[in-house]
Nanobody, 115 residues
Framework: QVQLVESGGGLVQAGGSLSLSCAASGSTFGPAAMGWYRQAPGKQRELVASIFSSGHTNYADSVKDRFTISRDNAANTVHLQLSSLKPEDTAVYYC?????????WGQGTQVTVSS
């Protein structure tokens, strides 16, 4: 099994920046996709960004050019740098680890952007 521990998040003013990290432990061997989803109140969970073992990345259109995902394969850690934050980025951000069709979720971390 894989365990995920998230850190970062918090309250920031619009235009500010935050950093999120997610450390994976346990059965982390083998190629896997990692990344972040987010869920705002009353909305469905949506993919924010993902990164594969190869380094290939995907971003939601709403965060392209503002968020940057990176990965340390040796440390099994994924980072998300959030910049130029907007109030609509307010949500609980969930780290995920996906391998062979099995997905593990982090506990979620709150990001609040004030206007």
């Amino acid at each position: 099994q894989v365990q995920l521990v998230e850190s970062g998040g918090g309250l920031v003013q619009a235009g500010g920046s935050l950093s999120l990290s997610c450390a994976a432990s346990g059965s982390t061997f083998g190629p896997a996709a990692m990344g972040w989803y987010r869920q705002a109140p009353g909305k469905q969970r949506e993919l924010v960004a993902s990164i594969f073992s190869s380094g290939h990345t995907n971003y939601a259109d709403s965060v392209k050019d503002r968020f940057t995902i990176s990965r340390d394969n040796a440390a099994n850690t994924v980072h998300l740098q959030l910049s130029s934050l907007k109030p609509e980025d307010t949500a609980v951000y969930y780290c995920y680890h996906r391998r062979f069709g099995s997905t593990t979720w982090g506990q979620g971390t709150q990001v609040t952007v004030s206007s």
